[in-house]
C-alpha cells in the first residue's frame, strides 16, 4: 500500500492544484525539462537510475465525468473511466506520483488488460508495441514539484496520464 505521508489525506492531484502550462510557457531549468519532454517510457528512463522500480497502486476505480475536473477538456466524452493512481519508486524511494484516467471505449479488445496491471508500471504495457502515440506534453507545477500531463493514444484511443515528480525523484538531481 502506498505511503499516506505522501498522498496527504486526499487523492493525487487534488489535495493542491497544478497549474498546466505548454512546455514554452515556462522557463524550466534544462535538466528538468529533459525528464518533463521525455517521449519515451518514464519506467526505462528511471530504470537507468536504480535497480528497481516498483508501483504501489493506491485507487484503482471506475468513475463519472462529475469525478474530472478539468481533465474532462482533454478526453472524450464517456459514461464511465478508469481511474488509477499510484506511487512509482525507485529502490523503494517513492519518485513519482501518477494518474491514469482512461475512457470505457478505449478499454476494448486487448487494452482491456489496463484494468488488470496491478502493480506493473503502466509505461511496461503501454510502450511494449508500436500502437501507442502522444498528442502532446503539458507541464506543470504543484507547489515544488513539477509535473507533466500528456495526452495518449493507445491503438488510437485517448487516455490521459499525469505524473507529479517527487522530490527524491532524479528528475531534480
Known amino acids: 500500500m502506498a505511503d499516506n505521508t505522501i498522498l496527504g489525506s486526499n487523492t493525487l492531484l487534488t489535495s493542491s492544484p497544478i497549474h498546466w502550462l505548454s512546455p514554452d510557457e515556462l522557463a524550466i531549468p534544462e535538466t528538468i525539462s529533459d525528464w518533463l519532454l521525455e517521449v519515451g517510457s518514464m519506467t526505462r528512463r528511471f530504470e537507468q537510475y536504480c535497480q528497481q522500480v516498483s508501483v504501489s497502486p493506491f485507487r484503482e476505480c471506475f468513475i463519472t465525468a ?9 478526453l472524450p466524452i464517456s459514461k464511465k473511466y478508469w481511474l488509477r493512481e ?3 519508486y525507485g529502490d ?6 501518477g494518474r491514469t484516467v482512461i475512457p470505457a471505449e478505449t478499454l476494448t479488445g486487448p487494452d ?17 508495441g508500436n500502437n501507442l502515440t502522444r498528442d502532446y506534453i503539458q507541464i506543470g507545477q504543484q507547489g515544488q514539484r513539477w509535473a507533466r500531463r500528456s495526452l495518449l ?11 507529479v515528480f517527487l522530490p527524491e525523484s532524479p528528475v531534480y538531481k
Open 92 to 97: 523503494n524511494i517513492p519518485w513519482l506520483l
Open 86 to 88: 499510484i506511487v512509482l
Open 66 to 74: 462529475a469525478d474530472l475536473g478539468d481533465e474532462s477538456e482533454h
Open 112 to 128: 482491456e488488460k489496463l484494468v488488470d496491471v496491478g502493480t506493473v508500471p503502466l509505461g511496461r504495457y503501454l510502450f511494449s
Open 153 to 163: 493514444r493507445l491503438s488510437e484511443k485517448p487516455l490521459l496520464l499525469t505524473e
